[in-house]
T-cell receptor
Framework: AQSVTQLGSHVSVSEGALVLLRCNYS??????LFWYVQYPNQGLQLLLK??????LVKGINGFEAEFKKSETSFHLTKPSAHMSDAAEYFC????????????FGAGTRLFVKA | ETGVTQTPRHLVMGMTNKKSLKCEQH?????MYWYKQSAKKPLELMFV???????ENNSVPSRFSPECPNSSHLFLHLHTLQPEDSALYLC??????????????FGPGTRLTVT
């Protein structure tokens, strides 16, 4: 069965520090992978997606993620955190198992300290 | 209006009320989705429509009744809800339900409180 695990429901970093949000997936078929961000009182917004082209994917707001098949991971990083990055981040996997399904992780809330 | 819009943004209703949530997408997409987002729980997919036809119903109680009159509009009709139905209801759209690489575009959600 397909699944997504986000390690850490809360992550706290200082402004200017590296942001690392972890996502591991389980899939028996090649996946499409996504990171979404949700700011307070808003819906989810796409940050970036992996679609089997380059394994290092760059997204909006300076975020990037690397697809590592051997580790079944798709961790999200940003070199330098900004206060405006405080939000909830969702990893999602989309797979074709006789019809496409999107499975979301439980989310990681990012706190940025001044 | 651009993107995906949802109305109302906030709704308080009693357990005996009937109300409807509305979603509209201005992106020319063919697939639309209803999700339920509760605190401390993963996003729950409720319904999927593709070209106005329902393609998924994830064992949602019958007190939730979706309607998709065309590819741009999606409704969620609510009746005799329970307090545990209080949540943020998110609408989303994508270019097509069958495309693997198609991301979803979300509306801002309706915050529902059932009293």
């Amino acid at each position: 069965a397909q699944s997504v695990t986000q390690l850490g429901s809360h992550v706290s970093v200082s402004e200017g520090a590296l942001v690392l949000l972890r996502c591991n997936y389980s899939s028996s078929v090649p996946p499409y992978l996504f990171w979404y961000v949700q700011y307070p009182n808003q819906g989810l917004q796409l940050l970036l997606k992996y679609t089997s082209a380059a394994t290092l994917v760059k997204g909006i707001n300076g975020f990037e993620a690397e697809f590592k098949k051997s580790e079944t991971s798709f961790h999200l990083t940003k070199p330098s955190a900004h206060m405006s990055d405080a939000a909830e981040y969702f990893c999602a996997v989309r797979v074709n198992t006789g019809g496409f399904k999107t499975i979301f992780g439980a989310g990681t809330r990012l706190f940025v300290k001044a | 209006e651009t993107g995906v819009t949802q109305t109302p943004r906030h709704l308080v209703m009693g357990m005996t009320n009937k109300k409807s949530l509305k979603c509209e997408q201005h992106l020319g997409h063919n697939a639309m989705y209803w999700y339920k987002q509760s605190a401390k729980k993963p996003l729950e997919l409720m319904f999927v429509y593709n070209f106005k036809e329902q393609t998924e119903n994830n064992s949602v109680p019958s007190r939730f009744s979706p309607e998709c009159p065309n590819s741009s509009h999606l409704f969620l009709h609510l009746h005799t809800l329970q307090p545990e139905d209080s949540a943020l209801y998110l609408c989303a759209s994508s270019q097509d339900w069958a495309g693997g690489s198609y991301e979803q575009y979300f509306g801002p959600g309706t915050r529902l409180t059932v009293t």
